[in-house]
């Protein structure tokens, strides 16, 4: 039966001993980085295995966990540094990365929705998909954050280290790319 302890509760029972707690976050986040992951790297096999040493280095460096902060930013920015470093290592082994920004072409899940606009909100996630590995990682990951993950722009700014403005302008950015795909195709 899962806990109904707060993730920073549980880090904290991790911190002061109850290494077997450290299941329950496992539990909580796989599917959510699983997700990410898939959506960032556009490999599933590479996706499992670097899952695999997020979960590792969470543990690792669990006490260094400010318990004052919350949990899910913490282990999505070790979750971040994993999957830019395998771009990294990728881009100088194929020299070919794209990264998408979702921004552009989707209102957060957050807002409110329209009758009208479920039919184009699905139509809009289908040409996500397609385009999200034809562009830039910092826009796709910013774009995966922001609407599939649900998270603000605070959060996404404290994972990937740069100001809420640059987390702005990154989504701007990546939906106007992503339109503009999405424009080209339907020109053809």
């Not at 100088?92 to 957050?110: E, G, K, T, Y």
């Amino acid at each position: 039966m899962p806990s109904t302890k707060t993730d920073e509760e549980i880090a904290a029972s991790v911190q002061e001993g109850d290494v077997d707690s450290f299941r329950e976050l496992m539990e909580r986040y796989e599917p959510k980085l699983a997700r990410y992951a898939r959506r960032f790297l556009f490999d599933v096999d590479e996706s499992k295995d670097l899952l695999q040493e997020v979960f590792i280095k969470a543990y690792t460096n669990l006490k260094s966990f400010d318990r004052s902060r919350r949990f899910s930013p913490w282990i999505y920015r070790i979750a971040h540094n994993e999957f830019v470093n395998a771009l990294r290592k990728r881009k100088n082994d194929r020299d070919n990365v794209s990264i998408f920004d979702f921004d552009v072409l989707l209102p957060h899940p957050a807002a409110k929705e329209t009758a009208d606009g479920e039919a184009g909100q699905k139509e809009l996630r289908a040409a996500l998909d397609r385009f999200l590995s034809k562009i830039d990682p910092k826009y796709r990951e910013t774009l995966t954050l922001y609407y599939f993950d649900e998270m603000d722009y605070r959060e996404i700014a404290e994972i990937m280290h740069v100001p809420v403005s640059t987390v702005g302008v990154r989504l701007q950015r990546g939906k106007t790319l992503l339109r503009k795909m999405v424009e080209g195709e339907n020109v053809a």
